[in-house]
């Protein structure tokens, strides 16, 4: 069985994660450390945030060189002993490739900004002359995903007019030009760099927006934001100008060949419903993709089922593996998310942190902590965001001079970004940085002053803790293997709850409900998210692995 098949891998969102020499920003040296604590926690690979030289203006995602590692976070020495840390450890390693854009300060782009109009250097991007008198508006009516218009006016360059560069995310990540050759063979060289180097697999940033339609139309009236957002049903991803535009498969057909040849494996950053997505796992494109339908799903039964039947479905198709999301560095923490009154919107998606809403931590964490056991006792991928194996709650009281996301600015502050996701983690000790940096270094986003309950250490052993409750279900994935590989099948429950076997009577069973439910006759409770007493129910707010009598024949779940 290939690896990536039912790998549990755990996202290292580089800067957050643990700072070795005590600047401020996570590392290399930091991740070496913490490799044991990975490894103990029973994942299976880790995924790292890019780790490029970059001037951080969108947390790395603005890559100014793809064959080197940025200074704050090591050196290339540093990463090639942290594949063979891992590797010795039994853990593989994937990291993060960003094609739709580079930073402003890539070579390519300097050169693109002093060549001139029509040079072969602007043409690795997308440059246009504006519209209206004097080139003064933009090319076309693309808005940012950060905010704001999806062009900037490139500086001065003596010619008239002033040409517009195309940026779908901040004005300092222009966009290539993956119509050019070039473009494309520079990243095909740059994954072989490091697949000699020895990486196992690349996450891919914004697999879905490469390809740009031809002629660059204006998107409809009703704009990509709001017709997903409002209307999904409306939305048409076969006839969008930048996302999902036919010639993508052609490309990642040929990154497939080069990965097969060093048996490594791609995972595609695509925000698209599930059939579409599918379209991208047939057996000779990208070998998985996230299940973002799955982690934008509202606390809600129907909500879940439906997601993961439209998952299965299309994954099965075309016999690739699904994968389980729940959080990562773009979305706001499960804790938040889950513990908002009524049902989270479906579009409560990556590009829409917007408002801060009232959330109860309480039932937010039963709720994450059950979605823990949903989500890992599902067949196929699971990935982990760092963080969310100890229950973090997003942090919602950051200062605005503390925030660092594009989008806040970009937004006028109307959107307060990402930042609340992405505050470093809590190791150890009694107060900041809790062992993320040396004591008295300083974090690049500040965390709370009360997370001391919430460090490794002190959920470390703890009976309950969320930490012991993600090693006790990832123990078990492990020891089972049908339980990541085997067979699926919903199992009768009531309304508002969930209940499927994976195979030698292994049953998981969430209750989404207001009220207390009793588990099924006969169940045995491996692992549950809140107490079960003798009297096997099932509290609302939480799950439960089991074992049910009769090794995989139906359930009984009495009504
Ligand atoms: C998706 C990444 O996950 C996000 O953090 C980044 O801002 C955008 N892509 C742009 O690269």
Redesign the pocket.
């Known amino acids: 069985m290939d690896w990536w098949r039912t790998a549990v891998v755990y996202q290292v969102y580089i800067r957050s994660f643990a700072d070795a020499n005590g600047d401020g920003d996570g590392d290399i040296a930091g991740i070496r450390s913490r490799l044991p604590y990975l490894r103990d926690l029973g994942v299976d690979a880790i995924w790292i945030t890019p780790w490029y030289p970059s001037p951080m203006a969108?947390?790395g995602?603005d890559v100014a060189d793809y064959r080197a590692i940025d200074p704050r976070f090591g050196r290339l020495e540093d990463a090639r002993g942290l594949l063979a840390d891992a590797h010795a450890l039994g853990l593989k390693v994937m990291i993060d490739i960003?094609p739709?854009?580079t930073s402003s300060e890539h070579r390519w782009f300097r050169e693109a900004l002093a060549a001139s109009h029509g040079s072969a250097s602007r043409a690795r991007y997308h440059f246009r002359d504006g519209r209206g008198p004097g080139s003064a508006e933009p090319p076309n009516n693309w808005r940012s995903?950060?905010g704001g218009p999806a062009w900037t006016e490139a500086p001065e360059d003596g010619a008239s007019p002033r040409q517009w560069y195309l940026h779908l995310?901040d004005e300092t990540?222009p966009d290539l030009n993956w119509d050019n050759p070039e473009v494309r063979a520079e990243f095909e060289s740059i994954l072989e760099f490091w697949l000699d180097i020895g990486v196992d697999g690349f996450r891919i940033?914004?697999a879905s927006f490469l390809l740009k339609a031809p002629g660059l139309p204006d998107l409809p009236e009703r704009s990509e934001a709001i017709s997903r957002a409002e209307d999904p049903a409306s939305w048409d991803p076969a006839a969008h100008p930048y996302e999902n535009v036919g010639g993508l498969h052609e490309i990642y057909r040929r990154w497939h060949a080069i990965a097969q040849r060093h048996g490594a494996v791609f995972c595609g950053?695509v925000h698209l419903p599930p059939a579409f997505t599918a379209r991208y796992l047939r057996s000779d494109e990208l070998h998985t993709a996230f299940n973002f339908d799955f982690a934008l799903r509202p606390w809600d039964a129907g909500a879940f089922r439906q997601s993961i039947d439209a998952t299965l479905a299309s994954c099965s198709a075309v016999g690739a593996p699904p994968t389980w999301v729940l959080g990562?560095?773009?979305l706001p923490r499960p804790v938040y998310r889950y513990g908002r009154p009524g049902a989270v919107p479906a579009n409560d998606g990556?590009n829409a942190w917007g408002r801060i809403e009232p959330s109860d931590r309480g039932r937010g964490l039963a709720r994450a902590r059950a979605a823990a056991l949903l989500y890992l006792a599902l067949p196929g991928s699971a990935y982990i965001y760092q963080g969310d194996e100890l229950g973090l709650p997003e942090v919602l009281d950051l200062p605005d001079e503390a925030r660092r996301d594009p989008t806040f600015r970009r937004s006028g502050g109307s959107d307060v970004g990402?930042d609340g996701t992405r505050i470093p983690m809590p190791w150890s000790g009694d107060q900041p940085p809790f062992g993320f940096g040396p004591p008295g270094s300083r974090p690049w986003l500040p965390q709370p002053a009360d997370w001391r309950e919430l460090s490794v250490e002190a959920e470390a052993g703890r009976p309950g803790s969320t930490l012991e409750l993600y090693r006790a279900a990832l123990r078990i994935r492990r020891d089972d293997p049908g339980l990541a590989a085997g067979s699926f099948r919903w199992l009768a429950s009531p309304a508002s709850t969930l209940l499927f076997g994976r195979g030698g009577g292994f049953a998981c069973a969430v209750n989404l409900s207001t009220e207390p439910m009793p588990l099924p006759s006969g169940a045995r409770v491996i692992l549950a998210s809140a107490r079960v007493g003798s009297d096997h129910i099932l509290a609302p707010d939480s799950a439960a692995w089991l074992v049910l009598d009769g090794a995989g024949t139906e359930a009984t779940w009495p009504s």
């Open positions: 969108d947390g995602y960003v739709n854009h995903v950060f995310f990540q940033d914004v950053e990562n560095h773009d990556w990402r």
